[in-house]
Nanobody
Framework: EVQLVESGGGLVQPGGSLRLSCAAS????????MSWVRQAPGKGLEWVSH???????TKYADSVKGRFTISRDSAKNTVLQMNSLKPEDTAVYYC?????????WGQGTQVTVSS
């Protein structure tokens, strides 16, 4: 059974940092790229970042470029380091991956940026 379990969310002041982690199990992690996607209150899903299966290439949404860093490790974790957080980064953050036939999501972790 595929499982993606996010952790690391919380309340942080503007300008602060958080480190989100997504623990993967139930599939061959090294085969697939991984993404982070977020959903702000009352808004649709917004793609945030992607890392290819080897970890050798990463991409970011313009809204987070230069502030967020995605990485992955051999323990099957996908990490999103978030620095210089802004109130507009407030959202539920999900990790995600796709096969040809399916798309898998974690349960999400809440990030709230507020003073």
């Amino acid at each position: 059974e595929v499982q993606l379990v996010e952790s690391g969310g919380g309340l942080v002041q503007p300008g602060g940092s958080l480190r989100l982690s997504c623990a993967a199990s139930g599939f061959t992690f090294s085969t697939y790229g991984m993404s982070w996607v977020r959903q702000a209150p009352g808004k649709g899903l917004e793609w945030v970042s992607h890392i290819i299966n080897s970890g050798g290439n990463t991409k970011y949404a313009d809204s987070v470029k230069g502030r967020f860093t995605i990485s992955r490790d051999s323990a099957k974790n996908t990490v999103l380091q978030m620095n210089s957080l802004k109130p507009e980064d407030t959202a539920v953050y999900y990790c995600n991956y796709r096969t040809y036939a399916n798309e898998f999501w974690g349960q999400g972790t809440q990030v709230t940026v507020s003073s």
